[in-house]
């Protein structure tokens, strides 16, 4: 379950990003993914055009409603990846004792600034969102390895 704040502009690019590479490995049977946001402002909405905009220039096909993240995902999700420190407060205050889920910030998979934040790119211009899918691309390469290496998965 990759977390934001909205859910229109970074999680449901990871989700779709992810999602594109998961099928090209014929993994789709061992990982599912959705993303959700920490706030309900844009419940039920399509990701934000710019968002969509970047992820079919890159080719990746991209189809979500805005969901909250809620108690259920932490029983649902092995993991909960979240783009940055807010998101990583918000998600603390919602989480129940008992989870089991492995919580991670996406960028502790980026091979090239790990611990820093996914930047929000709501705020401003389209570079701004083709530096977030650089990002989000960099970081899914290395978390499918690691789903792979983690669960034994065999890339088909
Ligand atoms: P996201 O971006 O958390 O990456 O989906 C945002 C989308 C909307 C808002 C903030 C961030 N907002 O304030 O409405």
Redesign the pocket.
Known sequence: MFV??????????AEAVLKNKVLQANLEDYIYIESS?T?A??LGEN??PR?TSVALKHHVPISHK?QQLNTHHFITFDYILV?DDS?SENVAKIKPSNSTSAFFKLRDFDSLHKRSD?I????GDEEGFEE?YQTIDRCTDELLLFLINKHHLAKG
């Open positions: 934001c704040l909205g859910n229109i502009c970074r999680s449901p690019l946001g706030a402002y844009h990701p934000d968002t805005a783009m998101n996914v929000d790119p709501w705020f977030c």
